[in-house]
């Protein structure tokens, strides 16, 4: 979301006249867009303003920014502790950018000093002054996000987003609709709908959720695909599974985060859902769309974690058989209530993680595998890392390396086509094969 939304703050400057600089040294503005998921990433932040301080030293006139949960998180304490910085705004606050900019111009003409924080909340504002800004994606690139749905009302027990992203709100149907249509007029094939919590999107005035939406984009001729991230199991709702098997269009790949396997951990994650719940799902979407592929989103060493809950996790990977997921060591957040409980010793979180991630990859490897000696239907993005390479991605999200004939390249754009890929290799992260025919 944090790429949906650094590409929105380009739009917006866009519209003030700014341009992007080809490196930080040639900016007259900088802005980090922040993470505050996990504490490496918010401490990220700061050895970054260090490296900046250094630029602005030489130049007084650069206006340097943060942006995003951090500066959300944060507020007027960043300013205190990077006094180096001229703005520091949330994630609901960005379309305002332009008049932030001209609001500190008129400070500096006047010789007021001291930063600007504005951390407010008006998602629903943003969302309007969105519908009005131009969608500009980079010139050749057949994928796009659209942000359909912020925040999150759920309040598990471990995460900052509820905070920092503030109250689940959805965006009408109506302006997703006009969004894709003018990103698919640019080129874009491949659309992927965004949301702390996607499948909690619902239109109230045309009365349908996400399996409604799906429905609609799908019927836009030149829309090849679509995927969306993140969803909470609680909002897997029947009509939702039912799509994977209804429309071609919905690309066989869901992130479905299950973060344990113990449900003792995720009640006390206030997860609202048991392994047995999660692995009844998994049964039911498998049953529409045999060949899915799944991931998900795990934490371990929430505090209180036994071994028995971590064999729990590992049980139910065991049982899922993902083709990728994401891990982390549980992340102490301030203000959440799990980081005030007793924490577990982080050398067993790394031991533990360790295992987790073995298997994992095992997995993981087990899927890319699977797929050897198949012919897929590969969306080309961009130019490899080699000559003569194009890189592409499979309909289960696998990047694809394919190497293409001098002549073929010299006559055809391959970028945003989809073409049957043979695929003969499969590397730790990624596949390859040969163009077909
Ligand atoms: N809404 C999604 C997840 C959004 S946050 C869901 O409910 O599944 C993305 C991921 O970051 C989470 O799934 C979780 O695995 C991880 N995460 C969030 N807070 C964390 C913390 N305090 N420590 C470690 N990982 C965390
Ligand atoms: Fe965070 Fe996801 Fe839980 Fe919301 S549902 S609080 S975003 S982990």
Same mark, same amino acid.
């Given at each position: ?78 300013? $205190?502790?990077? !006094? /180096? ?13 332009? $008049? ?24 629903? &504002? ?7 800004? !131009? ?36 965006? !009408?149907?109506?302006? /997703?609709?006009? &969004? %894709? ?21 619902? @239109? ?32 897997? $709702? ?52 045999? @060949?899915? %592929? ?24 065991? &049982? ?72 592409? #991605? ?14 073929? #390249? ?28």
């Amino acid at each position: 979301m944090n790429v949906y939304d650094s590409a929105r703050m380009g739009e917006a400057l866009a519209l003030g006249g700014y341009a992007a600089a080809q490196a930080p040294e040639e900016a007259d503005l900088i802005i980090l867009n922040t993470c505050h998921i996990r504490e490496k990433a918010a401490e990220k932040v700061y050895s970054e303003i260090g490296r900046l301080k250094k630029l602005k030293e030489k130049n007084k006139n650069i206006i340097l920014a943060v942006a995003g949960c951090v500066a959300q998180a944060e507020g007027e304490e960043m300013l $205190n502790r990077a !006094p /180096i910085l001229d703005l520091v705004f949330g994630p609901q606050n960005f379309q305002t950018l332009p $008049n932030m900019l001209d609001e500190l111009q008129t400070r500096r003409r006047q010789h007021i000093k001291g930063g600007i924080v504005q951390t407010a909340f008006p998602a629903a &504002e943003k969302f309007n002054a969105l519908k009005s800004m !131009p969608r500009k994606p980079l010139s050749r690139q057949p994928t796009a996000f659209i942000t359909i749905q912020e925040g999150c009302d759920k309040f598990c027990s471990f995460c900052v987003v509820p905070y920092t992203r503030g109250a689940e709100i959805s965006r !009408p149907a109506d302006d /997703i609709e006009r &969004e %894709a249509r003018a990103l698919i007029a640019k080129g874009v094939c491949e659309i992927t709908l965004l949301g702390q919590n996607v499948n909690a999107w619902y @239109d109230a005035r045309a009365a349908f959720g996400l399996a409604g939406l799906l429905k609609r984009l799908a019927k836009i001729d030149g829309l090849a695909r679509l995927r969306f991230t993140t969803s909470h199991p609680r909002d897997m $709702n029947d009509e939702l599974i039912a799509a994977y098997g209804e429309l071609p269009k919905l690309m066989p790949y869901l992130h479905l985060p299950v973060q344990s396997g113990s449900d003792r951990i995720l009640q006390a994650m206030n997860r609202q859902y048991t392994s047995a719940d999660y692995l009844r799902l998994i049964e039911q979407i498998r049953l529409v769309r045999p @060949d899915i %592929a799944l991931s998900s989103d795990f934490i371990v060493g929430f505090p209180g974690e036994s071994e028995e809950d971590f064999a729990a996790t590992l049980d139910l990977l065991r &049982e899922v058989e993902y083709a990728q997921a994401y891990s982390f060591k549980y992340s102490p957040r301030p203000g959440t209530p799990a980081a005030e409980k007793e924490q577990i010793d982080d050398a067993i979180k790394t031991e533990r993680l360790y295992r987790l991630q073995a298997l994992l990859t095992k997995q993981q490897t087990a899927f890319n595998q699977a797929q050897k000696g198949k012919t897929l239907p590969v969306l080309f993005e961009k130019l490899g890392k080699k000559q003569g390479q194009m890189t592409g #991605r499979s309909p289960y999200l696998q990047p694809v390396h394919v190497m293409i004939a001098e002549s073929i #390249r010299n006559s055809r754009d391959l970028c945003g086509q989809i073409l049957p890929v043979h695929i003969e290799k499969c590397h730790a992260n990624s596949l390859s094969g040969a163009l077909v025919g």
